[in-house]
Protein backbone atom coordinates (compact mmCIF):
# COMPACT_ATOMS: atom_id res chain seq x y z
CA UNK A 1 0.00 0.00 0.00
CA UNK A 2 1.25 3.43 -0.94
CA UNK A 3 -0.01 6.45 1.17
CA UNK A 4 -0.04 9.68 -1.03
CA UNK A 5 -0.22 13.06 0.52
CA UNK A 6 -0.42 16.43 -1.38
CA UNK A 7 1.37 19.00 0.62
CA UNK A 8 1.34 23.27 -0.69
CA UNK A 9 4.59 24.80 0.87
CA UNK A 10 7.30 27.90 -0.72
CA UNK A 11 10.34 26.42 -0.93
CA UNK A 12 13.71 27.94 -0.72
CA UNK A 13 11.83 31.10 -0.51
CA UNK A 14 14.01 34.71 -0.16
CA UNK A 15 15.40 36.34 2.56
CA UNK A 16 11.90 37.44 4.49
CA UNK A 17 10.77 33.79 4.42
CA UNK A 18 11.27 31.13 6.93
CA UNK A 19 12.60 28.59 5.21
CA UNK A 20 15.47 30.23 2.83
CA UNK A 21 18.69 29.13 2.48
CA UNK A 22 19.80 31.90 5.05
CA UNK A 23 17.37 31.55 7.32
CA UNK A 24 19.05 27.92 7.63
CA UNK A 25 22.59 29.76 8.33
CA UNK A 26 23.82 29.17 4.68
CA UNK A 27 25.69 32.33 3.47
CA UNK A 28 24.82 32.18 -0.41
CA UNK A 29 24.26 34.82 -3.31
CA UNK A 30 21.02 36.72 -3.48
CA UNK A 31 20.10 35.40 -6.64
CA UNK A 32 20.42 31.35 -5.55
CA UNK A 33 18.00 32.32 -2.80
CA UNK A 34 15.30 34.19 -4.58
CA UNK A 35 11.66 33.43 -3.97
CA UNK A 36 9.90 30.47 -6.48
CA UNK A 37 6.22 30.16 -7.06
CA UNK A 38 4.49 28.16 -4.82
CA UNK A 39 4.67 24.32 -5.55
CA UNK A 40 2.65 21.78 -5.26
CA UNK A 41 4.20 18.57 -3.07
CA UNK A 42 2.56 15.23 -3.48
CA UNK A 43 4.85 12.54 -0.66
CA UNK A 44 4.36 8.89 -0.82
CA UNK A 45 5.35 5.98 0.88
CA UNK A 46 5.91 3.20 -1.12
CA UNK A 47 6.50 -0.75 0.15
CA UNK A 48 9.86 -1.00 -2.00
CA UNK A 49 11.69 1.40 0.51
CA UNK A 50 12.04 -1.82 2.58
CA UNK A 51 13.52 -3.57 -0.53
CA UNK A 52 15.77 -0.81 -1.52
CA UNK A 53 16.72 -0.59 2.43
CA UNK A 54 17.46 -4.38 2.38
CA UNK A 55 19.21 -5.18 -0.40
CA UNK A 56 21.64 -1.93 -0.07
CA UNK A 57 22.23 -3.32 3.61
CA UNK A 58 23.14 -6.67 2.14
CA UNK A 59 25.57 -5.00 -0.17
CA UNK A 60 27.03 -3.00 3.01
CA UNK A 61 27.06 -6.25 4.88
CA UNK A 62 29.27 -7.96 2.54
CA UNK A 63 31.27 -5.12 1.36
CA UNK A 64 32.34 -4.85 5.06
CA UNK A 65 33.07 -8.64 5.70
CA UNK A 66 35.50 -8.95 2.45
CA UNK A 67 37.14 -5.84 4.08
CA UNK A 68 37.89 -7.61 7.10
CA UNK A 69 38.47 -11.13 5.68
CA UNK A 70 42.26 -11.02 6.78
CA UNK A 71 42.33 -9.70 9.80
CA UNK A 72 40.35 -13.05 11.82
CA UNK A 73 42.12 -15.26 10.05
CA UNK A 74 45.64 -13.41 10.08
CA UNK A 75 47.74 -16.32 11.68
CA UNK A 76 46.36 -19.23 9.20
CA UNK A 77 46.99 -16.47 6.61
CA UNK A 78 50.53 -16.10 7.51
CA UNK A 79 50.66 -20.37 7.51
CA UNK A 80 49.13 -20.83 3.75
CA UNK A 81 50.16 -17.85 2.02
CA UNK A 82 52.80 -15.68 3.89
CA UNK A 83 51.50 -13.14 4.78
CA UNK A 84 53.16 -11.47 7.71
CA UNK A 85 51.27 -8.98 9.80
CA UNK A 86 52.41 -5.85 7.72
CA UNK A 87 50.87 -7.69 4.81
CA UNK A 88 47.45 -8.13 6.88
CA UNK A 89 47.18 -4.63 7.75
CA UNK A 90 48.29 -3.30 4.83
CA UNK A 91 45.49 -5.30 3.02
CA UNK A 92 42.93 -3.46 5.95
CA UNK A 93 44.55 -0.28 5.50
CA UNK A 94 43.48 -0.54 1.16
CA UNK A 95 39.96 0.64 2.21
CA UNK A 96 40.72 4.30 3.56
CA UNK A 97 43.40 4.06 0.82
CA UNK A 98 41.13 4.07 -1.77
CA UNK A 99 38.32 6.12 -0.14
CA UNK A 100 40.64 8.89 0.39
CA UNK A 101 41.41 9.01 -3.42
CA UNK A 102 38.01 8.28 -4.79
CA UNK A 103 35.41 9.91 -2.09
CA UNK A 104 35.20 13.40 -3.86
CA UNK A 105 34.44 11.43 -7.85
CA UNK A 106 31.95 9.42 -6.14
CA UNK A 107 30.60 12.60 -4.25
CA UNK A 108 30.03 14.28 -7.43
CA UNK A 109 28.65 11.05 -8.88
CA UNK A 110 25.69 10.34 -6.57
CA UNK A 111 25.06 14.47 -5.99
CA UNK A 112 24.72 14.25 -10.26
CA UNK A 113 23.26 11.02 -10.95
CA UNK A 114 21.52 9.84 -7.89
CA UNK A 115 22.15 6.50 -6.32
CA UNK A 116 21.78 3.97 -8.77
CA UNK A 117 24.58 3.94 -11.24
CA UNK A 118 27.37 4.54 -8.22
CA UNK A 119 25.95 1.43 -6.43
CA UNK A 120 25.69 -0.75 -9.39
CA UNK A 121 29.14 -0.13 -10.03
CA UNK A 122 30.27 -0.52 -6.94
CA UNK A 123 28.68 -3.64 -6.24
CA UNK A 124 30.14 -4.63 -9.83
CA UNK A 125 33.75 -3.69 -7.99
CA UNK A 126 32.93 -5.75 -5.07
CA UNK A 127 32.29 -8.44 -6.78
CA UNK A 128 35.34 -8.06 -9.37
CA UNK A 129 37.42 -8.00 -6.67
CA UNK A 130 36.11 -11.44 -4.98
CA UNK A 131 36.87 -12.79 -8.04
CA UNK A 132 40.05 -12.44 -8.75
CA UNK A 133 40.73 -13.54 -5.15
CA UNK A 134 39.84 -17.04 -6.52
CA UNK A 135 42.10 -17.74 -9.41
CA UNK A 136 44.15 -20.87 -9.01
CA UNK A 137 47.59 -19.21 -8.51
CA UNK A 138 50.84 -19.58 -6.40
CA UNK A 139 50.89 -17.85 -3.73
CA UNK A 140 53.92 -15.43 -4.25
CA UNK A 141 51.45 -14.40 -7.47
CA UNK A 142 48.08 -14.37 -5.73
CA UNK A 143 49.28 -12.34 -3.22
CA UNK A 144 48.95 -9.40 -5.80
CA UNK A 145 45.60 -10.16 -7.01
CA UNK A 146 44.53 -9.69 -3.02
CA UNK A 147 45.90 -6.80 -2.89
CA UNK A 148 44.10 -5.95 -6.40
CA UNK A 149 40.60 -7.74 -4.66
CA UNK A 150 41.12 -5.39 -1.34
CA UNK A 151 41.95 -2.22 -4.10
CA UNK A 152 38.33 -2.79 -5.64
CA UNK A 153 36.20 -3.72 -2.29
CA UNK A 154 37.91 0.19 -0.76
CA UNK A 155 36.63 1.92 -3.58
CA UNK A 156 33.18 0.39 -3.26
CA UNK A 157 33.39 1.66 0.13
CA UNK A 158 33.16 5.13 -1.27
CA UNK A 159 29.53 4.46 -2.20
CA UNK A 160 28.88 1.50 0.76
CA UNK A 161 29.12 4.38 3.32
CA UNK A 162 28.30 7.33 2.12
CA UNK A 163 24.48 6.83 0.54
CA UNK A 164 22.82 5.80 4.12
CA UNK A 165 21.52 9.22 4.46
CA UNK A 166 20.79 9.99 1.14
CA UNK A 167 19.19 6.70 0.74
CA UNK A 168 16.84 7.48 4.27
CA UNK A 169 15.99 10.57 2.64
CA UNK A 170 15.16 9.81 -0.67
CA UNK A 171 12.98 7.27 0.64
CA UNK A 172 11.85 7.25 3.97
CA UNK A 173 9.63 9.60 5.57
CA UNK A 174 10.98 11.46 8.65
CA UNK A 175 9.64 9.26 11.38
CA UNK A 176 11.49 6.91 9.96
CA UNK A 177 14.67 8.70 8.60
CA UNK A 178 17.27 7.55 11.26
CA UNK A 179 16.20 3.68 11.73
CA UNK A 180 16.74 3.64 7.94
CA UNK A 181 19.98 5.18 8.31
CA UNK A 182 21.30 3.16 11.07
CA UNK A 183 20.01 -0.02 9.20
CA UNK A 184 21.61 0.78 6.24
CA UNK A 185 24.72 2.02 7.54
CA UNK A 186 25.44 -0.32 10.68
CA UNK A 187 25.11 -3.57 8.43
CA UNK A 188 28.30 -2.50 6.95
CA UNK A 189 29.89 -1.78 10.06
CA UNK A 190 27.95 -5.87 11.18
CA UNK A 191 29.86 -6.79 7.91
CA UNK A 192 33.21 -6.28 9.35
CA UNK A 193 32.10 -8.41 12.79
CA UNK A 194 30.66 -10.99 10.83
CA UNK A 195 34.00 -11.61 8.65
CA UNK A 196 35.41 -13.00 12.11
CA UNK A 197 32.50 -15.28 11.99
CA UNK A 198 32.30 -16.48 8.56
CA UNK A 199 36.50 -16.76 8.18
CA UNK A 200 37.00 -19.06 10.70
CA UNK A 201 33.99 -20.99 10.05
CA UNK A 202 35.70 -21.86 6.75
CA UNK A 203 39.43 -21.81 7.76
CA UNK A 204 40.96 -23.43 10.75
CA UNK A 205 43.79 -21.97 12.87
CA UNK A 206 47.33 -23.83 12.51
CA UNK A 207 49.43 -25.11 14.96
CA UNK A 208 49.57 -23.12 18.48
CA UNK A 209 52.82 -22.56 18.78
CA UNK A 210 53.07 -20.86 14.76
CA UNK A 211 53.55 -17.00 15.34
CA UNK A 212 51.83 -14.37 12.82
CA UNK A 213 54.76 -12.27 13.27
CA UNK A 214 56.28 -15.12 11.30
CA UNK A 215 57.57 -14.33 7.40
CA UNK A 216 57.35 -18.09 6.07
CA UNK A 217 55.19 -20.29 5.49
CA UNK A 218 54.56 -23.49 8.10
CA UNK A 219 56.35 -26.24 8.03
CA UNK A 220 54.06 -28.45 7.97
CA UNK A 221 52.70 -29.25 4.33
CA UNK A 222 49.63 -31.52 5.49
CA UNK A 223 48.40 -28.46 7.63
CA UNK A 224 49.41 -25.72 4.76
CA UNK A 225 47.41 -27.18 1.99
CA UNK A 226 44.11 -27.97 4.50
CA UNK A 227 44.10 -24.26 5.71
CA UNK A 228 44.87 -23.07 1.73
CA UNK A 229 41.90 -25.25 0.60
CA UNK A 230 39.55 -23.49 3.61
CA UNK A 231 41.02 -20.13 2.39
CA UNK A 232 39.62 -20.93 -1.40
CA UNK A 233 36.44 -22.12 -0.15
CA UNK A 234 36.20 -18.93 1.90
CA UNK A 235 37.12 -16.76 -1.68
CA UNK A 236 34.58 -18.81 -3.41
CA UNK A 237 31.35 -18.21 -0.87
CA UNK A 238 32.58 -14.27 -0.92
CA UNK A 239 32.78 -13.93 -4.52
CA UNK A 240 29.03 -16.27 -4.95
CA UNK A 241 27.28 -13.92 -2.65
CA UNK A 242 28.96 -10.46 -3.84
CA UNK A 243 27.74 -11.57 -7.51
CA UNK A 244 23.97 -12.19 -6.35
CA UNK A 245 23.71 -8.86 -5.01
CA UNK A 246 25.37 -7.34 -8.02
CA UNK A 247 22.84 -8.56 -9.99
CA UNK A 248 19.80 -8.08 -7.90
CA UNK A 249 21.32 -4.34 -7.63
CA UNK A 250 21.43 -4.02 -11.24
CA UNK A 251 17.96 -5.82 -11.37
CA UNK A 252 16.03 -3.28 -9.61
CA UNK A 253 17.61 -0.10 -7.73
CA UNK A 254 16.15 2.89 -8.61
CA UNK A 255 17.87 6.05 -7.49
CA UNK A 256 14.51 7.40 -5.42
CA UNK A 257 10.83 6.93 -5.80
CA UNK A 258 8.25 8.67 -7.74
CA UNK A 259 7.10 11.03 -5.20
CA UNK A 260 9.62 12.14 -2.31
CA UNK A 261 8.56 10.95 1.28
CA UNK A 262 8.57 14.16 3.10
CA UNK A 263 8.67 18.20 2.05
CA UNK A 264 12.29 18.36 2.70
CA UNK A 265 13.10 15.77 0.55
CA UNK A 266 11.38 17.39 -1.87
CA UNK A 267 12.77 20.04 -1.72
CA UNK A 268 15.55 21.46 -4.18
CA UNK A 269 19.55 21.31 -2.65
CA UNK A 270 22.16 23.56 -3.40
CA UNK A 271 24.16 23.12 -6.29
CA UNK A 272 27.31 20.86 -5.51
CA UNK A 273 30.24 23.30 -5.57
CA UNK A 274 27.68 25.77 -3.65
CA UNK A 275 27.11 23.51 -0.92
CA UNK A 276 30.32 22.16 -0.16
CA UNK A 277 31.85 26.08 -0.45
CA UNK A 278 28.81 27.13 2.37
CA UNK A 279 29.82 23.86 4.65
CA UNK A 280 32.89 26.10 5.28
CA UNK A 281 30.79 28.19 7.40
CA UNK A 282 28.61 25.92 9.39
CA UNK A 283 30.69 25.44 12.97
CA UNK A 284 28.34 22.86 13.88
CA UNK A 285 28.67 20.69 10.91
CA UNK A 286 32.51 21.11 11.38
CA UNK A 287 32.27 19.83 14.53
CA UNK A 288 30.60 17.02 14.19
CA UNK A 289 32.36 15.72 10.98
CA UNK A 290 35.79 16.08 12.66
CA UNK A 291 34.94 14.52 16.17
CA UNK A 292 32.56 12.10 14.64
CA UNK A 293 35.72 10.60 12.26
CA UNK A 294 38.27 10.84 15.21
CA UNK A 295 36.52 8.56 17.15
CA UNK A 296 34.65 6.32 14.47
CA UNK A 297 37.34 6.55 12.04
CA UNK A 298 40.25 6.08 14.34
CA UNK A 299 38.23 2.70 15.82
CA UNK A 300 37.73 1.98 12.39
CA UNK A 301 41.29 1.37 12.31
CA UNK A 302 42.05 -0.21 15.79
CA UNK A 303 39.29 -2.86 14.74
CA UNK A 304 41.17 -3.02 11.64
CA UNK A 305 44.03 -4.66 13.01
CA UNK A 306 42.22 -5.79 16.09
CA UNK A 307 43.51 -9.76 16.52
CA UNK A 308 47.17 -7.90 16.20
CA UNK A 309 46.22 -5.56 19.04
CA UNK A 310 44.74 -8.39 21.18
CA UNK A 311 47.79 -10.83 21.13
CA UNK A 312 49.61 -9.19 23.44
CA UNK A 313 46.83 -9.76 25.73
CA UNK A 314 47.28 -13.48 25.19
CA UNK A 315 43.83 -13.75 23.05
CA UNK A 316 44.03 -16.55 20.12
CA UNK A 317 43.01 -16.30 16.94
CA UNK A 318 39.90 -17.32 17.18
CA UNK A 319 38.81 -15.99 20.43
CA UNK A 320 39.49 -12.67 19.12
CA UNK A 321 37.35 -13.35 15.89
CA UNK A 322 34.51 -14.31 18.79
CA UNK A 323 35.03 -11.12 20.18
CA UNK A 324 35.03 -8.96 17.25
CA UNK A 325 31.77 -10.95 16.16
CA UNK A 326 30.69 -9.67 19.38
CA UNK A 327 31.03 -5.99 18.96
CA UNK A 328 29.92 -5.87 16.10
CA UNK A 329 26.23 -7.85 17.05
CA UNK A 330 26.06 -5.68 20.12
CA UNK A 331 27.04 -2.60 18.83
CA UNK A 332 24.81 -2.68 15.78
CA UNK A 333 21.74 -4.09 18.29
CA UNK A 334 21.75 -0.70 20.13
CA UNK A 335 22.58 1.45 17.31
CA UNK A 336 19.19 0.06 16.09
CA UNK A 337 18.02 1.06 19.20
CA UNK A 338 19.81 4.29 19.33
CA UNK A 339 18.04 4.99 15.64
CA UNK A 340 14.28 4.80 16.80
CA UNK A 341 15.10 6.54 19.95
CA UNK A 342 16.16 9.80 17.57
CA UNK A 343 13.37 9.08 15.56
CA UNK A 344 10.72 9.12 18.36
CA UNK A 345 12.59 11.72 20.51
CA UNK A 346 13.81 14.00 17.62
CA UNK A 347 15.91 16.68 18.74
CA UNK A 348 18.92 14.83 20.89
CA UNK A 349 21.07 13.48 18.66
CA UNK A 350 23.85 15.66 20.05
CA UNK A 351 23.39 14.50 23.65
CA UNK A 352 23.50 10.30 22.68
CA UNK A 353 26.52 11.06 20.85
CA UNK A 354 28.26 12.48 23.58
CA UNK A 355 26.88 9.80 26.11
CA UNK A 356 28.75 7.11 23.66
CA UNK A 357 31.67 9.37 23.13
CA UNK A 358 32.05 9.48 27.34
CA UNK A 359 31.59 5.53 27.87
CA UNK A 360 34.15 5.09 25.41
CA UNK A 361 36.60 7.32 26.84
CA UNK A 362 36.51 5.18 30.23
CA UNK A 363 36.10 2.14 28.15
CA UNK A 364 39.94 2.80 26.06
CA UNK A 365 41.16 3.51 29.84
CA UNK A 366 40.15 0.39 31.19
CA UNK A 367 41.70 -1.54 27.81
CA UNK A 368 44.87 0.14 28.08
CA UNK A 369 44.79 -0.16 32.41
CA UNK A 370 44.47 -4.32 31.57
CA UNK A 371 47.55 -4.18 29.54
CA UNK A 372 49.47 -2.24 31.39
CA UNK A 373 48.34 -3.26 35.48
CA UNK A 374 48.32 0.31 36.33
CA UNK A 375 45.39 -1.26 38.77
CA UNK A 376 45.93 -4.20 40.30
CA UNK A 377 42.87 -4.28 41.86
CA UNK A 378 40.30 -7.16 41.41
CA UNK A 379 37.89 -6.27 38.26
CA UNK A 380 40.86 -3.68 36.62
CA UNK A 381 43.39 -6.54 36.50
CA UNK A 382 43.91 -8.46 32.97
CA UNK A 383 41.12 -11.29 33.03
CA UNK A 384 38.79 -12.99 29.68
CA UNK A 385 35.74 -11.46 31.29
CA UNK A 386 37.49 -7.88 31.17
CA UNK A 387 38.70 -8.26 27.85
CA UNK A 388 35.17 -9.31 26.49
CA UNK A 389 33.09 -6.98 28.39
CA UNK A 390 35.31 -3.69 27.39
CA UNK A 391 35.50 -4.52 23.93
CA UNK A 392 31.69 -5.24 23.91
CA UNK A 393 31.49 -1.95 25.20
CA UNK A 394 33.68 -0.40 22.78
CA UNK A 395 32.02 -1.71 19.69
CA UNK A 396 28.28 -0.87 21.34
CA UNK A 397 30.34 3.40 21.40
CA UNK A 398 31.68 2.76 17.68
CA UNK A 399 28.98 1.16 16.29
CA UNK A 400 25.65 2.77 17.69
CA UNK A 401 27.42 6.09 17.03
CA UNK A 402 27.24 6.12 13.09
CA UNK A 403 24.05 6.40 12.22
CA UNK A 404 23.48 9.38 14.87
CA UNK A 405 26.86 11.58 13.52
CA UNK A 406 25.74 10.84 9.61
CA UNK A 407 22.13 12.29 10.71
CA UNK A 408 23.16 14.62 12.94
CA UNK A 409 25.90 15.75 10.02
CA UNK A 410 22.93 16.17 7.43
CA UNK A 411 20.99 18.15 9.30
CA UNK A 412 23.67 20.48 9.89
CA UNK A 413 24.90 20.55 6.12
CA UNK A 414 20.92 21.17 4.72
CA UNK A 415 19.95 22.19 2.38
CA UNK A 416 23.63 21.18 0.93
CA UNK A 417 22.74 17.44 -0.56
CA UNK A 418 23.06 14.48 2.24
CA UNK A 419 25.30 12.91 -0.34
CA UNK A 420 27.92 15.68 -0.30
CA UNK A 421 27.73 15.77 3.73
CA UNK A 422 27.88 12.27 4.34
CA UNK A 423 30.56 11.77 1.68
CA UNK A 424 32.56 14.76 3.61
CA UNK A 425 32.19 13.15 6.82
CA UNK A 426 33.14 9.80 5.52
CA UNK A 427 35.90 10.86 3.71
CA UNK A 428 37.29 12.47 7.11
CA UNK A 429 36.44 9.36 8.71
CA UNK A 430 39.07 7.32 6.52
CA UNK A 431 41.79 9.30 6.58
CA UNK A 432 41.70 9.23 10.22
CA UNK A 433 41.57 5.27 9.67
CA UNK A 434 44.23 5.05 7.44
CA UNK A 435 46.44 7.17 9.75
CA UNK A 436 45.49 4.83 12.42
CA UNK A 437 46.45 2.12 10.24
CA UNK A 438 49.25 3.88 9.13
CA UNK A 439 50.81 4.28 12.71
CA UNK A 440 50.81 0.39 13.49
CA UNK A 441 52.82 -0.26 10.26
CA UNK A 442 55.98 1.08 12.12
CA UNK A 443 54.83 1.01 15.81
CA UNK A 444 53.92 -1.09 18.19
CA UNK A 445 50.12 -1.89 18.01
CA UNK A 446 49.38 -0.26 21.85
CA UNK A 447 50.18 3.02 20.56
CA UNK A 448 46.83 2.69 18.91
CA UNK A 449 44.83 2.31 22.30
CA UNK A 450 46.70 5.50 23.41
CA UNK A 451 45.63 7.26 20.26
CA UNK A 452 41.73 6.04 20.46
CA UNK A 453 41.87 7.36 24.18
CA UNK A 454 43.30 10.83 22.82
CA UNK A 455 40.70 10.85 20.05
CA UNK A 456 37.91 10.73 22.49
CA UNK A 457 38.91 12.76 24.71
CA UNK A 458 39.22 15.40 22.43
CA UNK A 459 36.00 15.16 21.37
CA UNK A 460 34.12 15.60 24.42
CA UNK A 461 34.23 18.97 25.01
CA UNK A 462 34.79 20.20 21.25
CA UNK A 463 31.18 18.13 20.74
CA UNK A 464 29.68 19.77 24.19
CA UNK A 465 30.86 23.06 23.77
CA UNK A 466 31.23 24.13 19.94
CA UNK A 467 27.95 21.85 18.39
CA UNK A 468 24.66 22.98 18.58
CA UNK A 469 21.38 20.92 18.12
CA UNK A 470 20.61 21.10 14.08
CA UNK A 471 17.26 21.37 13.23
CA UNK A 472 16.96 22.38 9.79
CA UNK A 473 15.44 19.37 8.26
CA UNK A 474 13.03 19.25 10.66
CA UNK A 475 11.56 22.74 10.44
CA UNK A 476 10.81 21.97 6.67
CA UNK A 477 9.46 18.43 8.05
CA UNK A 478 6.83 20.35 11.37
CA UNK A 479 5.51 22.83 8.45
CA UNK A 480 3.83 19.67 6.96
CA UNK A 481 1.39 19.97 10.01
CA UNK A 482 0.40 22.97 9.09
CA UNK A 483 0.63 23.37 5.42
CA UNK A 484 -1.23 19.86 4.72
CA UNK A 485 -4.14 20.12 2.66
CA UNK A 486 -6.04 17.50 4.20
CA UNK A 487 -6.51 15.34 1.16
CA UNK A 488 -4.18 12.26 2.14
CA UNK A 489 -5.05 9.45 -0.53
CA UNK A 490 -4.28 5.67 0.02
CA UNK A 491 -3.61 3.67 -3.03
Not at 97 to 107: E, G, K, R, W, Y
Not at 187 to 206: E, H, R
Request: hydrophobic share 45%; glycine share 8%; aromatic share 12%.
Amino acid sequence: MTDIRVEEKRLLLGDNEENSYKSLGFPVNEEDDQEVPTTHIETAKYISRWYICVIFSLFGLMQGAIWNTWSPINESAACALGLTSSDIELLANWGPIMFLIFMPIVMWEMDRKGLRLPSVISSFAVALGTGLRCLPLAPNVLKYFIHAGQLLNGIAGCCVMAAPPMLSNSWFPPEERVTATSITSLLNYFGTGFGYIIGPAFVKQPSANYSSNDSVFCHDLHERESIRHGISNLMYFEFGVSTLIFVSLLAYFPSHPPKPPSLSAGTKRMDFLAGIKGLRHQQTFLIVAFTFSLVVGGASGWIGAFNVILEPLGVSQDEGANIGFFMSLCGCAVGLVMGWLADKFKGHIKLLLLVLFVVGFFSYLYFINMSLGWIRVPGFEKSKAGIWTVCIIIGITINAAVPLGMEMGADAAYPTSEATSASIIVWLFNLFSFILLFVLQFSDPSISNYLMLSFTGVSIPLMMFFAKEPRNRIRIDEGEVTNQLDNTVET
